[in-house]
């Protein structure tokens, strides 16, 4: 093993590790006892179900609640646990616990793993994010036992508490609320302030990223002192809050909805906040309408930030890439943020991250549309939400037929471990060269 992992680059590990941990889930929840029907879930569900789980996004082809028994539930949790974190991170404190030297390679793929941007301090850092994970699952936890125990007894309480802490910390949406109404995800307490509020700070924590709170835990409340990248990302997922919250703030004042103003806030805060891959929703999406579900879409689309339980493309990126247009429209030179210069190639990669996203969802919900016959505008809601890793569901997901089911698959896998990820797992080598083509303008624009 030692041989075979020094012949391989920190990405292809990674993606190694995703693709064992899913295929690991898909054969335990193809146990007979992992669910509730009589003989072993088909492969084809098993295989949707732990690719959804490890890349943290919660799509599901059949209800948490009512399909999978306790120990299919228990699998599922897992496999969010160690996606969220990341597999890397998983192993790493093993070795830790296990008091096991990490080599430079460990080092190395740790920080491809987290978003890093050293190697020096990797181990800390990989040590501070179990402990605040551990940490805020467990107050999560704590703070939604007095509603569930009080709804579903004691023991069920405590159950649903800790999945409901693990599920949102990590942005991956499952839910076991299936046992009021199938596919209902959180609608049962839409207007239960205390877990709606639980939920919605579980989601940001988890999704703000652990430099981000590595920053806040050295730093506290002087700003001046915090990375750029974690300035960026504050003020970036404050304003992707604010004002979709506002625009559905106004949406759900509609007769449709029969919303008093206080349920009103609480609801279009809860969406704005779970729309960023977390992927629980309260109302029913369905009626939501033609810009309030385009606003979701690229609300899924962006997506968490670096370093994260969350996917998508990330608030740095959309940060970056409003930041180079900026700078274009003022005819400077060079992007900046908070009086800091933007490297070239951070711009260049926000560039083809972007491009590759656009295209695998517009792609993967042009070949759905196409093989299930059903409109492009609920196709692309599901795809923007399988590549975001978010869960989010018009609920077609259920209805779809194997190949469908297969893109769904990939987009979600390709989301979780991140497309460029993929491209640098699979173009080895040093491609450098000192040679340059000659230079010819082209008109853009």
Same mark, same amino acid.
């Given at each position: 093993?030692?041989? $075979? ?39 084809? +569900? ?16 059949? +209800? ?25 991170? $998983? ?52 703070? @939604? ?15 649903? %508490? ?40 579980? $989601? ?10 590595? +920053? ?38 509609? +007769? ?29 999406? %369905? ?8 606003? @979701? ?56 991250? #972007? ?20 409109? $492009? ?16 569901? #018009? ?39 000192? %040679? ?10």
């Amino acid at each position: 093993m030692k041989k $075979i992992s020094k012949k391989l680059s920190s990405f292809q590990i990674i993606i190694l590790g995703f693709l064992g941990v899913i295929l690991a889930g898909t054969l335990l929840l193809m146990l007979p006892f992992s669910s509730k029907e009589s003989g072993s879930a088909p492969f084809s +569900d098993c295989l949707f179900t732990a690719t959804s789980a490890t890349c943290v996004t919660g799509l599901i082809v059949h +209800d948490t609640a009512t399909y999978w028994t306790a120990f299919g539930q228990a699998v599922i949790l897992i496999l969010i646990q160690i996606g969220g974190l990341g597999v890397v991170t $998983i192993m790493a404190s093993l070795a830790m616990i296990s008091g096991r030297k990490i080599g430079l390679l460990q080092r190395n793929t740790m920080q491809d793993s987290i978003s890093a941007q050293h190697v020096g301090g990797i181990v800390r850092l990989t040590s501070f994010a179990i402990k605040i994970t551990l940490a805020v699952e467990s107050v999560g936890a704590l703070l @939604m036992m007095p509603s569930f125990c009080k709804e579903f007894g004691v023991g069920k309480g405590i159950w649903y %508490s800790v999945f409901h802490s693990v599920s949102a910390f990590c942005n991956a949406g499952f839910d076991l609320m299936g046992v009021k109404e199938k596919f209902s995800s959180l609608t049962s307490v839409a207007y239960n302030i205390p877990v709606n509020i639980v939920i919605m700070l579980l $989601i940001i924590i988890g999704g703000i990223g652990f430099l981000t709170w590595d +920053d806040i835990k050295m730093h506290k409340f002087n700003l001046k002192k915090y990375r750029m990248q974690s300035k960026v990302i504050l003020a970036t997922s404050g304003i992707l809050i604010i004002f979709p919250a506002v625009y559905y703030f106004f949406e759900f004042a509609g +007769d449709d909805w029969n919303m008093t103003t206080g349920e009103r806030i609480i609801t279009a805060l809860f969406q704005s906040v779970t729309a960023r891959t977390a992927g629980f929703n309260t109302v029913n999406l %369905s009626m939501l309408n033609g810009g309030g579900m385009i606003i @979701m879409i690229f609300l899924m689309l962006i997506g968490g930030s670096p370093g994260s339980t969350a996917g998508g493309m990330k608030t740095t990126t959309i940060a970056v890439l409003f930041a180079s247009a900026f700078s274009v429209f003022r005819k400077e030179k060079d992007a900046g943020l908070f009086g800091r210069r933007i490297e070239i190639d951070t711009v260049k990669n926000a560039s083809a991250i #972007l491009l590759m996203y656009l295209t695998i969802f517009l792609s993967g919900a042009a070949a759905i549309s196409n093989i299930e016959n059903l409109p $492009i505008r609920e196709c692309m809601f599901e795809t923007s939400s399988a590549i975001a890793t978010v869960g989010l569901s #018009l609920g077609i997901t259920p209805t779809l037929g194997i190949v469908s089911r297969i893109i769904l698959i990939i987009m979600m896998f390709l989301g979780r471990v991140g497309g460029l990820t993929v491209i640098y797992a699979t173009v080895s080598g040093n491609h450098s060269n000192l %040679s340059k083509l000659p230079q010819e303008k082209i008109t853009v624009g």
